[in-house]
């Protein structure tokens, strides 16, 4: 059995806009304060604006480390947020991305568009090609993201993918279960 590390950063994954509903922004928030409480450092795309702007603020007003990291093309449209204990500006999304994966030892994901989607899937593909062993979370607000589970089954159940390439996402519905599924995580990590 692989020895795994102990979850010290999370990365989040989430909108750039806010969506259209208030449980979107409630939930943003309550994750960057269960970021925070879990002594969690949360790594993120850097910007002000939507969802993840209200995550980061919400992990920093409550004592986390946040690390942004933002494409030099995007710095002006996210409006980088200030404040933060990092702050790395790439001269691309793939250096983006990258430096994301390295500096996290788990993702969340939050509702949010295609970036997001895009990111999501990347992580999985990693993962699906033993590139990692990374916890990835699905916070499935109101069923946002279970199209997605839908299709990832769909891919599975068409002979385009291992039924293991199923279980590359932890599908939960809130905040709180994600923290605990890394809470447990960082338990068992100690017990190995």
Not at 61 to 79: F, Q, R, T, Y
Request: glycine share 8%; net charge negative; with cysteine.
């Amino acid at each position: 059995m692989q020895k795994s590390n102990p979850i010290k950063s999370v990365c989040v994954y989430c909108g750039s806009r806010l969506g259209n509903k208030d449980l979107y922004q409630k939930q943003a928030e309550e994750l960057g304060q269960r970021i925070a409480a879990a002594e969690l450092s949360l790594v993120y795309g850097a910007g002000s604006v939507g969802l993840m702007g209200v995550v980061a603020r919400a992990a920093q007003n409550n004592g986390a480390d946040v690390v942004g990291i933002i494409p030099e093309h995007l710095d002006d449209i996210e409006i980088t947020q200030p404040g933060l204990a990092e702050l790395h500006v790439t001269d691309d999304m793939h250096q983006r991305k990258k430096m994301m994966f390295e500096r996290s030892d788990a993702f969340i994901v939050l509702p949010g568009g295609l970036g997001t989607l895009d990111e999501t899937l990347e992580m999985m593909t990693w993962a699906q090609l033993s590139l990692h062993s990374k916890p990835i979370i699905l916070v499935n607000t109101n069923g946002y993201w279970s199209p997605l589970v839908e299709l990832v089954s769909h891919v599975v159940g068409d002979g385009f993918a291992s039924p293991e390439n199923a279980d590359l996402l932890t599908v939960v519905t809130s905040p709180a279960e994600a923290i605990a599924f890394l809470d447990t995580h960082n338990r068992q990590t100690q017990n190995q």
